[in-house]
């Protein structure tokens, strides 16, 4: 870029020139990479303004926030100019940075200013990318309660290339009564699901008359999520987003490749019927025979389960497509009820339940933990193929 100026010789202060400034703004496409805030206009005024600020990630002089040992003056003034070193920031946010330096550290910060550039290249090179509706559905009865802000599935889905299609949905199961997760639990939550999102699609059309795509993100116990799966419904169209506490809905790898799913099949006999799901955490064998005595067990596993192996959206699609090549087998074998013991992440649950809508006409009778009971399985809720879709 230009040359910079020292404006103040005795600390080594470098300003950014104007033209540097210029790029940092047609960058950052005028809003503030932190919070969003349209930095082309003051809302207060009624009127266009230019109000935003150009912000050091490594500062402009030796002694600026953020300042490592190794940010002498050359340094600083190797980076004043640099666009990968600047942020647009509203004037609230700069002073937040700058105070609180320790809780935005030079690794922080350049990592969100990369994603945000990406997210604002990606929406400037698909000028025709697809919308859909954001789905939010979160339970009340964690220990701790997680809630997901409706502007981190925003941004989830702006790094695809997706914009929202009017107001986003959010769904709050209700808390089990002093019965717990009986049967009348179970209804009120169907219930609950398919009157949102029947009252709420009703009202939205997608693309030429078609079924809106929905951006869906659920965070609840996995008997509810698979619920929330089959009211979606198989032909729904749908994007499943996977929440994390470390990479909230980002994925956390785009290139990693889906686990080997494993699957044994069960033992001849007439026992019944049980679908074990090791993917997140290893299923004890025993306590599925303790829950199902006499049980011969089918187990669909990965190598090493665990609650962080959705990496991207494949390893959703990976999972559906094993799972699928062994259920009409299975169906096949009893005429009997399928018993499911699954430890499987919320995007998966989710999966589980649209597969089971309209490819897989059999009874399924979900078993979950339950923490009344030294945390045995219990039998929830059974699925069938007489559920709705929501069109």
């Not at 785009?254 to 026992?271: C, M, N, R, S, Y």
Request: hydrophobic share 40%; glycine share 6%.
């Amino acid at each position: 870029m230009g040359k910079q100026k020292n404006s103040n010789a005795g600390t080594g202060r470098y300003d950014t020139d104007e033209m540097t400034k210029r790029v940092v703004w047609i960058q950052a496409a005028g809003h503030c990479e932190l919070c969003g805030t349209d930095l082309m206009y003051d809302y207060r005024a009624g009127k266009p303004m230019k109000w935003g600020e150009v912000a050091h990630i490594l500062p402009a002089s030796p002694k600026g926030p953020r300042a490592q040992a190794d940010h002498d003056e050359a340094k600083a003034e190797s980076l004043t100019n640099d666009p990968a070193n600047l942020m647009l920031l509203c004037p609230g946010c700069h002073d937040k940075i700058d105070r609180d330096d320790d809780g935005y550290p030079e690794s922080d910060l350049s990592g969100l200013h990369q994603a945000y550039l990406e997210r604002v290249r990606l929406a400037a090179t698909t000028p025709d990318g697809g919308r859909a509706i954001p789905v939010i559905v979160q339970s009340q009865h964690f220990a701790t309660t997680n809630d997901i802000p409706v502007r981190d599935l925003l941004v989830a889905m702006s790094a695809e290339g997706l914009t929202a299609f009017d107001h986003p949905i959010k769904i709050i199961f209700p808390p089990p009564s002093h019965r717990g997760r009986d049967e009348h639990y179970w209804q009120s939550i169907q219930d609950n699901v398919q009157h949102e999102l029947e009252q709420q699609l009703k009202r939205r059309g997608g693309a030429y008359g078609d079924a809106p795509t929905l951006a869906v993100v659920g965070l609840a116990d996995i008997p509810a999520l698979i619920m929330l799966g089959q009211v979606l419904g198989d032909r729904s169209k749908r994007l499943l987003f996977s929440f994390s506490r470390e990479h909230h809905l980002r994925w956390p790898n785009q290139a990693a490749e889906p686990p080997e799913f494993l699957f044994t099949p069960p033992a001849e006999g007439a026992g019944p019927l049980a679908l074990v799901l090791s993917v997140s955490a290893h299923v004890p064998i025993r306590d599925v025979k303790e829950a199902l005595p006499g049980a011969r067990i089918a187990e669909l596993s990965i190598p090493e389960p665990s609650y962080a192996m959705v990496q991207n959206r494949r390893v959703i699609h990976a999972f559906r497509d094993a799972l699928q090549k062994h259920l009409s087998r299975l169906e096949a074998m009893t005429a009997d009820k399928i018993h499911v013991f699954a430890a499987i992440p919320a995007a998966l649950a989710i999966e589980f339940g649209a597969l089971l809508t309209t490819q897989h006409q059999h009874a399924y009778l979900i078993f979950d933990r339950s923490k009344d009971d030294q945390n045995r399985f219990k039998p929830t809720l059974q699925l069938g193929h007489q559920a709705q879709e929501v069109r």
